[in-house]
C-alpha cells in the first residue's frame, strides 16, 4: 500500500457485517494501480448506527462508500439527493459525498450489463430472457434488462411468486415486457425459450455448492449466455451444467468488478482499471472466508 499521509482521503463501504467483502481488496488495487492518495476501508454499521455513520461521513468528509446489506434501502432516508436510477431500482450502493453532498447511486445495473457486454459476448442482448430471483439484486438487473429496448420479454421467475409479481409490477407497471411466475420444476419450459439465463437466485452460493436454481437442466440449450451472479464459489452448478448443454456461462465476477469500477470512476473521476480489480477480488475470493 503506497504511504498514507495527511492528504490521503478515505473510501470504504459500510455493512453489517463486512468482514466477508471483497470490496477493499478491489479498490486498493485500483488506488495502487493508478498510484492515487487515496484509502479503502471497511466499516461494519450496525443497522441502529446508520444515521450516525451518515453523520460521520460529513464530519470526517469521507470522500465515498459503498453500501451493501443490509443498508442499501435504510440509507437512502438519508441521502441529499438519490439518482433517478437508484430511485427507480429503489436501493443505494454507492454514495458520493461531493461538496458536502451526500449523493446516492446504485452501480449494479451498469456492473451486469456491462459484463454481458464485455464477458458475455452480447453487444445486443436476445428478445426473451430469463431472470431467476426476485431479491435486491434482481431489481437493478431487472432495472437494466428494461434499458434495452431488444429485450421484448422478461421471464421473472422466483420461488415466492408474490415478489416476483410486485418486482414487475414495480418496474414494469403496464406488465408489457416482465411476466412473473414461479420457480419450480416447470420452469424448464420457459427458460428453454430465452437466449440469455440470469440467475440472481443465492442459490449455489456457499455453503450449498450442489444446489443449482434449476431442478432440470436439459432446457439450457447452445446459442444460450448464462450468467450466474453468485460468485462464491466462482463457477456455480449452473454454470458446469450450462458448459455441458453447449451454452456459454458467464460467471459474476465481471459484475462484481464492474459494478465496483463504476462506484470507483464516480469518486475519483479517474477510469478504473477493471482488470486489476477483477483479479484482485478473484484473489480475495480465492482465500478461504476467515
Ligand atoms: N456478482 C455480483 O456483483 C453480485 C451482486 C449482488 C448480489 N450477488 C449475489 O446474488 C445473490 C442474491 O443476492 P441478493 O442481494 O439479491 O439476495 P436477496 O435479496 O436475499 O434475494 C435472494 C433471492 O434468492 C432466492 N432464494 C434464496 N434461497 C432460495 C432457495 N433455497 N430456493 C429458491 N430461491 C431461493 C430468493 O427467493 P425468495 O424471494 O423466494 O426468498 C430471492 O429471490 C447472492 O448470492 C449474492 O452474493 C452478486
Known amino acids: 500500500m503506497a504511504q498514507l499521509s495527511g492528504e490521503t482521503r478515505v473510501l470504504g463501504v459500510i455493512g453489517h457485517p463486512v468482514g466477508h467483502t471483497s470490496s477493499p481488496a478491489m479498490h486498493n488495487a485500483a488506488i495502487a494501480a493508478l498510484g492515487l492518495d487515496y ?5 461494519p ?29 435504510g440509507v437512502m432516508a438519508l ?8 430511485r ?43 431472470l431467476l430471483g426476485a431479491g435486491g439484486a434482481a431489481r437493478a438487473i431487472l432495472y437494466g434488462l428494461l434499458q434495452c429496448p431488444e429485450v421484448e420479454n422478461v421471464a421473472l421467475l422466483n420461488r415466492t411468486a408474490d415478489r416476483a409479481e410486485a418486482l414487475a409490477a414495480a418496474l414494469d407497471p403496464e406488465g408489457r415486457r416482465v411476466v412473473p411466475g414461479t420457480l419450480d420444476e416447470h420452469s424448464g419450459k420457459v427458460v428453454g425459450q430465452a437466449g440469455l439465463l440470469i440467475n440472481s437466485t443465492s442459490m449455489g452460493m456457499h455453503p450449498h455448492p450442489d444446489a443449482s436454481p434449476l431442478p432440470d437442466p436439459t432446457c439450457l440449450h447452445p446459442g444460450m449466455v448464462v450468467l450466474d451472479i453468485v460468485y462464491n464459489p466462482l463457477e ?3 454454470l458446469r451444467q450450462a458448459r455441458q448443454a453447449g451454452a ?6 465481471g459484475m462484481l468488478a464492474r459494478q465496483g469500477a463504476r462506484a470507483f470512476a464516480i469518486w475519483t473521476g479517474m477510469e478504473p482499471p477493471v482488470e486489476a480489480m477483477r483479479a484482485a477480488a478473484l484473489e480475495r475470493l480465492g482465500k478461504p472466508s476467515a
Not at 484509502?39 to 466499516?43: L, R
Not at 454499521?45 to 443498508?71: K, S
Open 248 to 253: 456459454r456461462p458467464v460467471d459474476g465476477l
Open 236 to 238: 456455480t452448478l449452473l
Open 39 to 43: 484509502v479503502y476501508v471497511a466499516f
Open 79 to 86: 441521502l441529499d439527493e438519490i439518482s433517478p436510477e437508484a
Open 88 to 130: 427507480t431500482i429503489g436501493a443505494v450502493n454507492t454514495i458520493d459525498h461531493s461538496e458536502g453532498r451526500l449523493i446516492g447511486h446504485n452501480t449494479d445495473a451498469f456492473g451486469v450489463m456491462q459484463s454481458l457486454r464485455l464477458d458475455g459476448g452480447l453487444d445486443k442482448l436476445p428478445l426473451r430472457v430469463a
Open 45 to 73: 454499521v450496525r443497522p441502529e448506527d446508520l444515521g450516525q455513520a451518515l453523520a460521520g461521513i460529513r464530519a470526517l468528509q469521507i470522500r465515498g462508500l459503498n453500501v451493501t446489506v443490509p443498508h442499501k434501502v
